[in-house]
């Protein structure tokens, strides 16, 4: 079988959730003696090809298509018009599809790539499978908040509009994964057959890791998007709730980047509670501050479609602190592998972070039983799923 995944984003220089999804897949799919060849784009002016994983997966790059600065409204009006239909990159995929002649293809973010990259391989004969990173179901912008953190509940009648031209394009797809049970009531709620949907939850890799149950600081992390709706407010002000009542000492590392870190580094300033924000990181480095964290804080605002970062602090053996909020109850077990929270609780929040801090052995044991959970979330099961989904949607 020949698979075609698309990403507008490199997945090979970018390391975003889509962008991890995709070159994993590429590589566990090839892996297992399938024909492989990813559709992606870079800086340069003119289509090219590499081959990784010697010679198992072929790469193509596009031309990407860059307007003016983000943030201007005109920005904004393009991106949108271009997510719905961009003849150019559309031809371009249509191109490398009739030269490649994949049996599937899989997209996962196809961005200013357009809703047009479905019609090309369909008139190609092409079997067509759509993995939902975000909320473009509902929004265009496939975030579904506010600037200020809070969820939408009232879109604009032009995101009503979007909606519709959306559902209709995804109606041509054979199969839809939804990466967690949360998304598949979404769709279904949102008009999505139910028939057409597949749950395959995100995997972790099988990198073997070193452990280590009890770190000498107590380092609390915080990994994603400096951005209101991550709820890192929300943890600053937990923090300095607990700073006033534990007297040990703390290490708390913030990694990420994103339009509100300003704002947040100025919180933590003003509320007194010392943190290390160290920006974006290498894999390698991230991989440093997990091993060594000693909890891991997810207080997300708005519901995530599956909160990556949980499951990466499982799988090194930390207990984690979340939002009782999207997909994070299918991940986090309440009172056994970490602690869930209502969202925008700051007391809360505190008195979770309190309570491990000073019970060393329910951290300890929590975190144990966290890194056997994430065994359920492995690279075979992962794969086993998207196999068995692939070989399904080919024999339609």
Not at 382 to 395: A, E, G
């Amino acid at each position: 079988m020949k698979i075609c995944y698309l990403n507008y984003y490199n997945p090979l220089k970018i390391h975003g959730g889509a962008e991890r999804v995709v070159l994993q897949e590429a590589e566990l799919v090839a892996q297992s003696e399938n024909e492989v060849v990813i559709i992606t784009t870079h800086n340069a002016k003119e289509l090219s090809a590499t081959m990784l994983e010697n010679g198992k997966i072929k790469v193509w790059f596009l031309p990407a298509f860059t307007c003016l600065a983000n943030g201007s409204l005109i920005h904004k009006s393009m991106s949108l018009l271009l997510s719905l239909y961009n003849p150019l990159l559309t031809m371009y995929v249509y191109r490398v599809l009739s030269m490649e002649r994949p049996d599937i293809v899989h997209i996962h973010s196809y961005g200013p790539m357009s809703l047009g990259v479905v019609n090309a391989a369909k008139r190609l004969g092409c079997k067509v499978i759509l993995t939902f990173h975000g909320y473009h179901f509902e929004c265009p912008k496939g975030g579904l908040y506010k600037g200020s953190g809070e969820v939408c509940s009232t879109p604009l009648p032009i995101c009503k509009i979007y909606k519709e031209i959306y559902q209709k394009v995804m109606r041509k797809c054979d199969a839809i994964i939804a990466v967690s049970s949360y998304v598949k009531k979404r769709l279904i709620r949102a008009g999505y057959s139910q028939d057409t949907i597949s749950v395959v939850p995100n995997s972790i890799s099988a990198i073997p890791r070193t452990f280590v149950t009890k770190p000498v600081n107590k380092e609390i992390l915080f990994v994603g998007r400096m951005v209101k709706a991550k709820g890192v407010h929300v943890l600053i002000e937990a923090l300095a709730k607990v700073k006033k009542v534990y007297n040990g000492k703390l290490i708390v590392n913030f990694i990420g980047e994103g339009e509100h870190k300003l704002y947040f580094e100025t919180l933590a300033q003003s509320s007194g509670v010392d943190i290390n924000f160290l920006g974006r990181v290498s894999d390698g480095i991230l991989e440093e501050h997990y091993k060594n964290a000693y909890l891991v804080v997810v207080p997300s605002l708005f519901p995530e479609l599956f909160a990556i970062v949980i499951l990466e602090a499982m799988s090194h053996g930390k207990p984690v602190i979340a939002s009782n909020v999207g997909a994070m109850p299918e991940i986090l077990v309440n009172g056994q592998t970490g602690f869930l929270f209502e969202p925008n609780d700051v007391d809360a929040l505190a008195k979770y972070i309190r309570i491990l801090l000073i019970d060393e052995e329910l951290a300890s044991n929590m975190g144990n039983r966290a890194l056997k959970a994430s065994e359920k979330f492995s690279e075979s099961n992962h794969l086993k799923l998207l196999l068995s989904l692939y070989d399904n949607v080919s024999r339609k």
